[in-house]
Nanobody
Framework: QVQLVESGGGLVQAGGSLRLSCAAS????????MGWFRQAPGKEREFVAG????????HYADSVKGRFSISRDNAKNTVYLQMNNLKPEDTAVYYC???????????????????WGQGTQVTVSS
């Protein structure tokens, strides 16, 4: 089983940037596809971005395309989410997620993720 710990959240003004990190431990990191989700108050958790085990393939929710970038460093057991041009509607708790995947180069469907971090708060002021 993999353990996930997020960091990097905080308060930022609209138009600003933040970089979230998620450190994984417990299992071989490169065995897992990784993703980021978020949950705003009163709303369901939603998919933000995903990355394949290799790091070569990524996908994004339409709401963050062109502003957010997911990456991973398999040597450091860490996945990142670079968030630029942040908007007040990006305010949410952001969760790191993982799932064992048999595909080294493919992204996986968002509903596949089954390991979760504790979340980190991102607040964007207008």
């Amino acid at each position: 089983q993999v353990q996930l710990v997020e960091s990097g959240g905080g308060l930022v003004q609209a138009g600003g940037s933040l970089r979230l990190s998620c450190a994984a431990s417990g299992r071989t990191f490169s065995d897992y596809a990784m993703g980021w989700f978020r949950q705003a108050p009163g709303k369901e958790r939603e998919f933000v971005a995903g990355i394949s085990r290799s790091g070569d393939n990524v996908h994004y929710a339409d709401s963050v395309k062109g502003r957010f970038s997911i990456s991973r460093d398999n040597a450091k057991n860490t996945v990142y989410l670079q968030m630029n041009n942040l908007k007040p509607e990006d305010t949410a708790v952001y969760y790191c997620a993982a799932a064992e995947s048999g595909y080294f180069y493919r992204v996986i469907p968002p509903q596949t993720y089954n390991y979760w971090g504790q979340g980190t708060q991102v607040t964007v002021s207008s």
